[in-house]
């Protein structure tokens, strides 16, 4: 997942790759508000709502660190409440003059200087939305919660203001007569969509609902997320007896007594629940009634049962809120409104693609039942297989089908080797990069790492920072962020990071992955290379600042690299004898891991559709009942399968809640069925060649939004994307 916050700069805007679509910026901000606790690089006994900003400040001026990165350790909470009103006072500063000044309307002194104001306010928002995302505490939390409307507020009183589109406005009305380059044109072609978006042409009174609406779904936002992070946490599973964790390697017991002793529960075990319906662990617990118990604290998040934090009302309010906006601005519902400027172009569009793979998708569930259920015959138990038997059983199905155990080939993954031979070496032979770790520079946890990004000429690409473990200060998920973004305008290069929310190993144990988390990993640093390779002018148009339903296609295109049987043997090698992954062992991970397709696509079709029914209704269509609504929805288009549930509920699905993709959630398969495409394509070109790296990058990773997105693929691969290949990766087709 992409999540770039990009404010001031580049003209506040938002794109959070895994992007969001051309909302109101105050909007887009406020949905990137996270969770946490406990930044020891940001603890400070001082009052962290201190408003007045001096040169001391860390945020005061550009960084003297290279690349201009963050100094994580003299940033402290107290700054960011100053820096923020000091960087909208000077923004708003900076909007008045280019509004009000006397010459008439240029691209150079509207657009550029548009993209040149709020650099304190880029700087603070960069800083603190990653830790409110990776690192947060309770300071942070309070800060999000004054600072959301306030965002919220800011955003309109630049997007409303009358003088300002009028100067855009004008401009665009001339564009026929300007002599503007292509990045130029899109530039302007942006920014005027984004004020209309806004609502920039509704009457006086309509901008003072807007902008109430506004405020209140960023205060929304930010509270779904923090009550969502302190449930999760809540809802970590205590076990008292070890015999119950049979199933569970050693590691991973080990892991989970250290949990339990970090949260001052000696001799016990304790669960974390991540963010997804879906745990990891329920594929190796034996015990059923465990299974169980961890599969409700998942599935029941955030309903009311826990320490009474209920997410439904937030979700109810949050939807007529955004169909109310969505019908000020002259759309039927939120989701015209998201996917009018996506590739997808409208919801019917999008509802027909998700649609159109239901029948192939639940063929093969059913084909997939029969083999569980057999499974759990063999040990029993009678009837079909509940939610929390799935996962258990197919693995055991994989492992009888495939003689592989993913507890088997887990050694062979050691998060080391996995990111510097794998990763790291599949990035070079595609793109002639190095990554060299560097030490000297501060970061906001212990556990993060920094590394210089070289190309082979030897000059700077940029900064890469990667923050892989799992912690309560950090919300679930994974995703790429910017700290700075590039651009030629402002002669900077990019600084960028991946978090990851792999399980903590035991202290002194190796870091251990499942084949998904490899995976996942190629697939950040894709987004990574989209902001790392990124070379435009602009920095609204930098890096991943492009379309929702394309931002995870350059991320899922690297993915397929992690089990090309070359580069897996490079980098799947066992921990303690180095020995390289069996062959035979390799080709029948392989083959297993296109096994149990069926679960994967339909849980992710399922909260698709969930998403867009949400965002399709108008005000007065918003139910009372948030469970009642999830049933006939799923029911209505057959998924309602109780073994197969939605990825994400809609009390936890955080990703259209309050992290930027409502209506959007569609986008990772859209993006998905250019991804496998281009990836087909490349192997026919002969593969992992720097030929082929050099043509996507130049084509594809360089451009940002400089040029119209499915132009940028044409470029690529000569024709528009076909499904063929998507069919065949999902595993619906041979």
């Known amino acids: 997942m992409n999540r770039k916050v990009r404010w001031g700069t580049g003209f506040a805007r938002v794109g959070f790759v895994c992007a969001i679509g051309a909302q109101a910026l105050s909007v887009s901000v406020s949905s990137l508000s996270a969770q946490a606790q406990d930044?020891?690089?940001?603890?400070?006994?001082?009052?962290?709502?201190?408003?007045?900003?001096n040169q001391d400040n860390p945020f005061f001026s550009a960084s003297k660190l290279p690349f201009q990165a963050p100094d994580f350790a003299s940033i402290k909470p107290e700054h960011f409440a100053s820096a923020f009103e000091a960087g909208m006072t000077q923004q708003l500063e900076q909007v008045r003059s280019i509004a009000l000044q006397q010459d008439p309307p240029s691209f150079e002194n509207t657009l550029v200087s548009m993209e040149k104001s709020g650099e304190i306010l880029t700087r603070v928002a960069a800083v603190f939305f990653n830790l409110a995302g990776a690192h947060t505490n309770e300071s942070i939390q309070e800060i999000e919660r004054e600072v959301a409307p306030k965002l919220a507020s800011h955003s309109d009183d630049i997007y409303l203001n009358k003088q300002l589109f009028g100067r855009v406005e004008q401009l665009w009305n001339q564009r026929g007569e300007l002599k503007l380059n292509e990045e130029q044109q899109r530039l302007l072609k942006k920014t005027y969509e984004d004020f209309v978006r806004a609502g920039a042409k509704l009457s006086e009174s309509q901008q003072v609902e807007v902008r109430a609406i506004n405020e209140r779904i960023s205060t929304l936002t930010t509270q779904f997320q923090n009550q969502l992070l302190a449930v999760t946490k809540e809802r970590a599973v205590l076990v008292d007896d070890l015999a119950q964790l049979a199933g569970m390697s050693d590691g991973e017991i080990a892991a989970?007594?250290?949990?339990?002793?970090?949260?001052?529960q000696d001799g016990k075990y304790l669960l974390a629940i991540t963010n997804t319906t879906r745990q990891p662990v329920l594929t190796s617990l034996k015990n059923r009634e465990l299974r169980r118990r961890v599969w409700l604290a998942s599935a029941n998040r955030a309903l009311g049962e826990n320490a009474g934090i209920d997410n439904q009302p937030i979700v109810l309010e949050l939807a007529k809120l955004r169909a109310r906006r969505a019908q000020l601005l002259g759309y039927s519902d939120h989701a015209s409104f998201t996917l009018e400027n996506q590739m997808a172009g409208t919801p019917k569009a999008a509802m027909k693609m998700l649609q159109d793979l239901v029948p192939g998708v639940l063929e093969k569930v059913k084909s997939e039942t029969a083999l569980i259920t057999e499974a759990m015959q063999e040990d029993g138990l009678t009837g079909p297989p509940e939610a929390w038997d799935w996962e258990y059983y197919a693995e055991k199905v994989r492992?009888?089908?495939?003689?592989?155990?993913e507890n088997a080939i887990k050694p062979y993954f050691e998060l080391e080797s996995v990111l510097k031979n794998g990763v790291f070496y599949t990035y070079n032979k595609l793109y002639g990069i190095d990554f060299q770790e560097r030490t000297d520079l501060p970061v906001w946890h212990p556990t993060v790492r920094v590394f210089d990004v070289v190309g082979k000429d030897g000059k700077p690409i940029g900064l890469f920072y990667a923050d892989y473990f799992q912690r309560d200060s950090k919300r679930g998920g994974a995703w790429m962020d910017s700290l700075v973004s590039q651009s030629r305008l402002l002669h900077q290069l990019p600084v960028v990071i991946n978090v990851m929310n792999i399980p903590s190993p035991a202290q002194g144990e190796p870091a251990l992955m499942s084949l998904d988390h490899v995976q996942t990993m190629f697939h950040e640093l894709g987004h990574?290379?989209?902001?790392?390779?990124?070379?435009?002018?602009?920095p609204s148009l930098s890096g991943t600042s492009v379309p929702r339903d394309y931002v995870e296609f350059p991320s899922?295109?690297?993915e397929d690299w992690a089990i090309e049987p070359d580069i897996l043997a490079n980098y799947a090698r066992h921990y303690q004898t180095g020995a390289v992954l069996p062959k035979d062992l390799l080709d029948k991970a392989i083959a297993a891991s296109k096994f149990n397709k069926g679960f994967d696509s339909l849980e992710y079709l399922s909260a698709a559709l969930l998403d867009l029914g949400w965002h399709s209704l108008r005000p007065e269509e918003v139910p009372g009942d948030v469970v009642g609504f999830e049933k006939q929805l799923l029911g209505k288009f057959g998924v309602d399968l109780?073994?197969?549930?939605p990825r994400y509920r809609s009390s936890y699905f955080a990703h259209v809640w309050s992290g930027g993709y409502s209506a959007g959630y569609y986008a990772y398969l859209w993006s998905e069925v250019l991804a496998a495409d281009a990836y087909a394509y490349m192997k026919e070109s002969g593969g992992l060649t720097s030929a082929n790296g050099t043509?996507?990058?130049?084509?594809?990773?360089?451009?940002?939004?400089?040029?119209?997105?499915?132009?940028?693929?044409?470029?690529?691969?000569?024709?528009?994307?076909?499904?063929?290949?998507?069919?065949?990766?999902?595993?619906?087709?041979?």
């Open 399 to 405: 492992a009888k089908k495939y003689q592989v155990d």
């Open 256 to 264: 989970a007594k250290q949990a339990a002793n970090a949260r001052g």
């Open 39 to 53: 930044a020891p690089t940001t603890q400070s006994t001082d009052n962290p709502k201190s408003k007045t900003m």
């Open 642 to 645: 109780s073994a197969v549930p």
């Open 695 to 734: 043509m996507f990058r130049q084509k594809v990773l360089s451009r940002g939004g400089s040029r119209e997105v499915m132009q940028q693929y044409i470029d690529f691969r000569g024709r528009e994307p076909g499904v063929e290949a998507l069919l065949i990766r999902r595993g619906l087709k041979d």
């Open 528 to 538: 990574g290379v989209h902001g790392l390779f990124s070379a435009v002018e602009y």
């Open 556 to 558: 899922t295109f690297h």
